[in-house]
């Protein structure tokens, strides 16, 4: 059997790696999955229109899609969205990025979502975390002309590994004084070393101990509050929503950083979804993974 024919979330991280180095991120078999299927299964996206942009940063440039509706009743708000993929997958053709930004478009709320360079060996913290600065940037920077409202009806993003860089991201601005986003949407997001205690505590020896180390780079990095924003304050953090999943083994991460939040006296609203696991909404027949994006648009909608 080839390395394409091996289910990679079977082998040791380090093996993935390898893989991932040497062939790419394997397809995804679902044939349904694609912008035109979508549209086609989902006729509310129909006016939906996308164009992909690269956005020059220092290092390389970050890929990014923009979603608009000029049919839809605008919201006043626009999103910056990064999907998930244990920072070692993940691009902007997956459900949790596209089919995610198509429906959030088609209900008033234009997005940039945004991918961004994987740790596969060789890369580290904060190479994934610039990435998403530079698109936050661009997106602040052009928010008139790419979404049609101001800087200041801006938003960010993601989830999952996405829900970390995002998090992280706005930690960043914070502390540089920069200007951050008007609201943060975290799905499911991984923001502790150890997430599924919610501790700093990590063993790298355990699956998610291991994909935590290789995204930090370091112990030193372990320990970085911009890359894993629990570690540090959050004071000074825009108003937030925050999904978890009924049976999501990260779970717990999501949940102590609202408290975080709440306890520094940041608005937050969390948001269960009953019957969902983790990565539900890269899987658009989910029954549970519409809810979350409708409960997604319409928090974005009521920070108007």
Known sequence: MSDTEVDFRTLPLPEVLRMFREQGEPADPRPDVDTNSLQRRFPRLANVETRDIAIEGDARA???????????????????????????????????????ALELAARG?????????????????????????????????????????????????GAS????????????LRDASEQGPAGLVLVYPVVHP?????????????PHGALAYNFAGSEAGLRN????????????????????????????????????????????????????????INEPADPTALPTVEAIAAWMRGRS
């Not at 590994?161 to 960043?172: E, H, M, P, V, W």
């Open 109 to 157: 709320i234009p997005v940039l979502a945004v991918d961004y360079v994987k740790c596969l060996g060789d890369l580290h913290f904060p190479e994934p975390s610039d990435d998403v600065l530079t698109a936050w940037r661009h997106a602040l920077a052009n928010a008139d002309e790419l979404f049609g409202v101001p800087g200041s009806s801006l938003m960010l993003g």
């Open 194 to 206: 150890n997430s599924p205690e919610a501790s700093s505590d990590v063993d790298p020896e355990s």
């Open 225 to 280: 509050p911009h890359a894993f924003p629990a570690l540090g304050p959050v004071a000074g953090f825009p108003p937030a929503l925050i999904v978890v999943c009924e049976h999501d083994g990260l779970r717990p991460s999501g949940e102590a950083f609202a408290r975080q939040l709440d306890e520094a006296g940041v608005a937050v609203s969390l948001h269960l979804e009953q019957g969902a696991d983790h990565g539900h």
């Open 161 to 172: 590994a996405g829900g970390n860089l995002t998090a992280g991201a706005t930690a960043r």
């Open 62 to 100: 970050v890929p990014a899609r923009l979603y608009t509706d000029a049919s839809a009743e605008a919201s006043g708000r626009a999103l910056v969205w990064v999907h998930g993929g244990a920072f070692i997958g993940g691009h902007l053709d997956m459900p949790e990025s596209n089919w995610v």
